[in-house]
């Protein structure tokens, strides 16, 4: 069957991803920071026209939180998406959007490691592993074995780490994009309003 044709502008998909709420309470553990819209969008985009790596193909969101990557990647005309995470006030939230923006996602509830078989992509904002000792790891651990190409957002500090990493295990190692990614004021320990955190969004492949 041949890939869905979506026409819809960059602007335009950061628009509806920006009307998805961000997680409503946020847990530190979990280091529950939502992706903004514009960098998710710009995610999908460079996924979806630089890589064709969205449009037709099935994909997973770990860690999906309100959803917005697997959402966006609906409606990029993904052919199949599933999300999951384990904060069910997040899957609620994604699950209302999904209906807003016409979008065809299964949302589950569980831990990352439950999903089994394979897709095509997998999409993730893993949590940094700063308050958990390595949970970036673990994610990608996971979304390496079950996709044939990984997206993953990561902290810019981390880079030859993760470089090093991955190339060890077999992997090669694309930086896609570089931003900054804005960090609220959402938990007790954080002395400004609003900060930022510099990230690298990394294309992985098997070597």
Not at 74 to 86: E, H, K, M, P
Request: hydrophobic residues 40%; aromatic residues 8%; charged residues 25%.
């Amino acid at each position: 069957m041949p890939a869905r044709r979506i026409r819809i502008r960059k602007h335009d998909l950061a628009i509806a991803l920006q009307k998805i709420n961000p997680h409503p309470s946020p847990k530190v553990v979990l280091e529950q920071y939502t992706t903004p819209a514009d960098l998710a969008a710009e995610i999908l985009f460079t996924a979806c026209y630089t890589y064709h790596d969205i449009q037709g193909k099935e994909i997973a969101d770990l860690g999906c939180g309100t959803g917005r990557l697997a959402l966006g990647a609906s409606i990029l005309g993904a052919d199949y998406v599933v999300g999951i995470d384990v904060d069910r006030s997040s899957l609620a939230i994604a699950r209302a959007a999904k209906k807003s923006v016409n979008a065809q996602v299964d949302f589950v509830l569980g831990q990352i490691q439950t999903i089994c078989g394979s897709v095509d992509t997998v999409l993730m904002n893993p949590p940094f592993g700063t308050k958990t000792a390595h949970a970036d790891l673990e994610f990608l651990q996971c979304a390496l074995q079950l996709g044939r190409v990984v997206y993953s957002i990561h902290k810019s500090s981390t880079r030859e780490f993760l470089k090093r990493w991955l190339m060890k295990r077999g992997f090669s190692y694309d930086r896609v994009l570089e931003s900054q990614m804005e960090i609220p004021h959402q938990f007790s320990f954080h002395r400004k309003q609003r900060g930022s955190v510099a990230v690298d969004v990394i294309r992985i492949t098997k070597r």
